[in-house]
Nanobody, 124 residues
Framework: QVHLVESGGGLVQAGDSLRLSCAAS????????VAWFRQAAGKQRSFVAG????????LYADSVKGRFTISRENGGNTVYLQMNSLKPEDTAVYHC?????????????????WGQGTQVTVSS
């Protein structure tokens, strides 16, 4: 088990950028695949992007390809989601999730470790 903490959310205008961070509190993300999911008001949580433990495998939802980039830094202990060209439809609570497997799984049920989430609001 690992305790995840997200940060970096906020209120921005359409076309702006934000960078979200996901870190392990009191532990390490080394060896974990980390994914970002988001949940808009009244909608189900959906996969956004994921990066496996050695950063060799990345997956993105079609809706964010070319705009969002997931990466690992700080010796793999922090995972970032760089979000550019934000749109109002990107407004959601963004959660990071982590699990010990080698693939990037787009199904939230596969992840046992979750953060509390950070709100991203994009105004038009």
């Amino acid at each position: 088990q690992v305790h995840l903490v997200e940060s970096g959310g906020g209120l921005v205008q359409a076309g702006d950028s934000l960078r979200l961070s996901c870190a392990a509190s009191g532990g390490t993300l080394g060896g974990y695949t980390v994914a970002w999911f988001r949940q808009a008001a009244g909608k189900q949580r959906s996969f956004v992007a994921g990066l496996n433990w050695n950063a060799m495998k990345r997956l993105y939802a079609d809706s964010v390809k070319g705009r969002f980039t997931i990466s690992r830094e700080n010796g793999g202990n922090t995972v970032y989601l760089q979000m550019n060209s934000l749109k109002p439809e990107d407004t959601a609570v963004y959660h990071c999730a982590a699990e010990r497997f080698s693939v990037v799984d787009m199904r939230e049920i596969s992840y046992r470790n979750w953060g509390q989430g950070t709100q991203v609001t994009v105004s038009s």
